[in-house]
Each structure stands twice: as structure tokens, then as C-alpha cells.
């Protein structure tokens, strides 16, 4: 099974400000690496399939970048609604495996 | 507008059953793999399974084979998850999402989920 290890576990930041966020994996995933954005009490919600692909109707603050083993979800200007929880998902290979998650934070 | 909806969630003791379902509308159901992802109270989303969207490939996480079923009917745009022998550590919301693109592995639309408790 493919491990997903995500990091800041937390990350604390103010509106308009950069967020960087991490996924490693434990063995390479090419670039079958998707980001979900969710908030409490809701569903998931994809940002970015296929490392740095946006998916529909995402706002172009939002960036993916990687291949392999290490990738990178950022966000370019943090907007109020984007203070949420992150997730990493892996589809190299079965099973699929999520991250851990980040929170991102309002400073 | 595409939308999922669960049903089927509730209350059961260890050892008991339970089927979820998941009603799709708004898109081609029997052209998109499907999913079922859980999340436990308080912690990450957790991958169960996965169906082809012709229903003839099926893949599990190894914490539910051999005690979950998933099934499709795209007569009628529906997903299932048949849970058998539940324990403590099945309790959790469970969402359906559906797959796109070449891929069983991404979902970019998801229903709002079903919460499902084991206790006795």
C-alpha cells in the first residue's frame, strides 16, 4: 500500500498570504496524485487531478505541481472560504490511498 | 446539474448489516466508475471501494474485503454498498462519489454523505 504522508499537519496563516502544502509518497506515483479541499460538515471537494491539473470551476489561485514522490498543492493569496482542511489522493496504484490532511488555518 | 444522494445510513450493532445506497442524476451513470469513501468522526477520508462503471471490475481496501459488496444498477442510477459483519471501527460517514475521465481513480463530484454507527 502506498503511504501518503502530508505535511504542515497544521499550518496557521492570514488572508492574503501563501500556503504551501505537502504530499509525499512512499513510492512513486507518477503524477496519479489528486488534492481535495473540505470543510466541516461538508463533502470533499477536487481542486487538482493528476498533480497540476485544476479541475472544473477551481479558482486559479489554486496550483498543483510534482511528479513521482514529492508534490506540492499551493495557494496563491489565501481567500476566507479557503481555510479548510486538505487531502492528498493517490490512484498509482490499488488500493487508493488518502493523506493524512492539512488544516490550514486562520492566523 | 449532477447530483449523488445516500441513503440507507442508521444505527446497528457489531456484527450486524447494512446497505447503503447512492442515487445518481445528472450524468451519464453507466459511463463512470463509482465510488464509496468513508470518514471516521474526526479523522481522514479513508477509500472502501470501487466498481467499474459496467459493474464488472470491483476493488476493496483490504479493512472491508471480504465483508462489504459493492453493486450498481444503471436501470435505475443506483449505487450500493452491502456491509456485512459491521464492527466499532466501520462508524463513519460514508460518501459515493463518482469517477471521470480514463480513470476509476479521481472523483470530481461527491453526495453529502451517510453516517453510519456500529455500537451496540
Known amino acids: 500500500e502506498i503511504v501518503l504522508t502530508q505535511s504542515p499537519a497544521t499550518l496557521s496563516l492570514s488572508p492574503g498570504e501563501r500556503a504551501t502544502l505537502s504530499c509525499r509518497a512512499s513510492q512513486s506515483v507518477s503524477v496519479y496524485l489528486a488534492w481535495y479541499q473540505q470543510k466541516p460538515g461538508q463533502a470533499p471537494r477536487l481542486l487538482i487531478h493528476d498533480a497540476s491539473n485544476r479541475a472544473t470551476g477551481i479558482p486559479a489561485r489554486f496550483s498543483g505541481s510534482g511528479s513521482g514522490t514529492d508534490f506540492t498543492l499551493t495557494i496563491s493569496s489565501l481567500e476566507p472560504e479557503d481555510f479548510a482542511v486538505y487531502y492528498c489522493q493517490q490512484r498509482s496504484n490499488w488500493p487508493l490511498t488518502f493523506g493524512g490532511g492539512t488544516k490550514v488555518e486562520i492566523k | 446539474e449532477v447530483q449523488l444522494l445516500e441513503s440507507g445510513g442508521g444505527l446497528v450493532q457489531p456484527g450486524g448489516s447494512l446497505r447503503l445506497s447512492c442515487a445518481a442524476s445528472g450524468f451519464n451513470f453507466s459511463s463512470d466508475a463509482m465510488t464509496w469513501v468513508r470518514q471516521a468522526p474526526g479523522k481522514g477520508l479513508e477509500w472502501v471501494s470501487v466498481i467499474s462503471a459496467g459493474g464488472g471490475r470491483t476493488y476493496y481496501a483490504d479493512s472491508v474485503q471480504g465483508r462489504f459488496t459493492i453493486s450498481r444498477d444503471n436501470s435505475r442510477n443506483t449505487l450500493y454498498l452491502q456491509m456485512n459483519s459491521l464492527r466499532d471501527e466501520d462508524t463513519a460517514v460514508y460518501y459515493c462519489?463518482?469517477?471521470?475521465?480514463?480513470?476509476?481513480?479521481?472523483?470530481?463530484?461527491w453526495g453529502q454523505g451517510t453516517l453510519v454507527t456500529v455500537s451496540s
Open positions: 462519489a463518482k469517477a471521470f475521465g480514463d480513470s476509476s481513480g479521481k472523483f470530481d463530484y
